[in-house]
């Protein structure tokens, strides 16, 4: 994302570019606060069509996602219902009350119920610009627990070297869609809101991940990491000195 995107604009530009079936975007529509503020009935019927079941309402500013900055969570971010005017109108002044530019943007997507996980996965190290995809999800059923910051006890890292052949069935087709993003954006630094349902793989957002960008030098970390997977193949052979005949690594399990 060489020029900054909104929200709602990178999102177009995947939609374009999606060459695997079962990965999907949410159905969505955007416009402006100012277009809101001049063509509200309209906007208002065009949201009724497009959509038959429960959406997300969410800003769509040129203050966020920027390659700088990314005011992730400044904006509210509301469920409602398209068929229910009065409160969908209420919803959206709610939300453009927020913005100052009259030309950022209100993104209504389709709200995916009940997903088998949800999370953010991010294609670099955000500090230190490591080569690993990064996936925060939890299996709550909810698709805003992992960015809220709130208490979740189904919160589950994974972290997977970018060279590694072997990944995990479930995120496939997830590591598929991010490579092909880093190419349509020109970026390996993503920042990817999705989740998973019914074996589809569905993309809420992808905006550019801040923090450090410098080089790694990747051949160097490779090599290091098959020296740490034969240490500890070495550590867990069975010992005859030792009891039992696993070996569990800990992080100061006797520090009391």
Request: proline share 3%.
């Amino acid at each position: 994302m060489k020029k900054s995107l909104s929200k709602a604009k990178a999102l177009k530009k995947i939609e374009k570019n999606l060459n695997k079936n079962n990965i999907l975007i949410p159905k969505f529509f955007y416009f402006t606060k100012k277009n809101f503020l001049k063509n509200k009935n309209k906007i208002l019927n065009a949201i009724n069509l497009k959509f038959n079941k429960k959406i997300i309402i969410r800003s769509s500013t040129y203050d966020e996602d920027t390659s700088a900055i990314s005011n992730a969570g400044k904006y509210l971010s509301l469920t409602s219902d398209p068929k229910n005017k009065v409160s969908l109108e209420s919803d959206i002044a709610t939300i453009i009350k927020q913005f100052k530019n009259l030309n950022d943007q209100v993104l209504v997507q389709e709200f995916i119920n009940k997903p088998l996980l949800s999370g953010v996965l991010f294609t670099k190290d955000k500090n230190l610009n490591s080569p690993y995809y990064i996936i925060n999800y939890d299996k709550s059923g909810k698709t805003n627990l992992v960015t809220s910051g709130e208490k979740n006890p189904t919160f589950r890292s994974l972290i997977i070297f970018k060279q590694h052949k072997k990944i995990p069935k479930i995120f496939k087709d997830l590591i598929i869609a991010s490579k092909n993003f880093e190419r349509i954006f020109q970026n390996d630094r993503l920042d990817i809101e999705f989740c998973l349902k019914k074996k589809k793989t569905y993309i809420f957002q992808c905006r550019p991940l801040i923090g450090l960008s410098g080089k790694f030098e990747v051949k160097h970390l490779a090599s290091v990491l098959v020296n740490i997977d034969k240490k500890i193949s070495k550590i867990k052979k069975t010992n005859p000195t030792l009891s039992g005949n696993d070996t569990l690594l800990s992080n100061m399990s006797d520090w009391n």
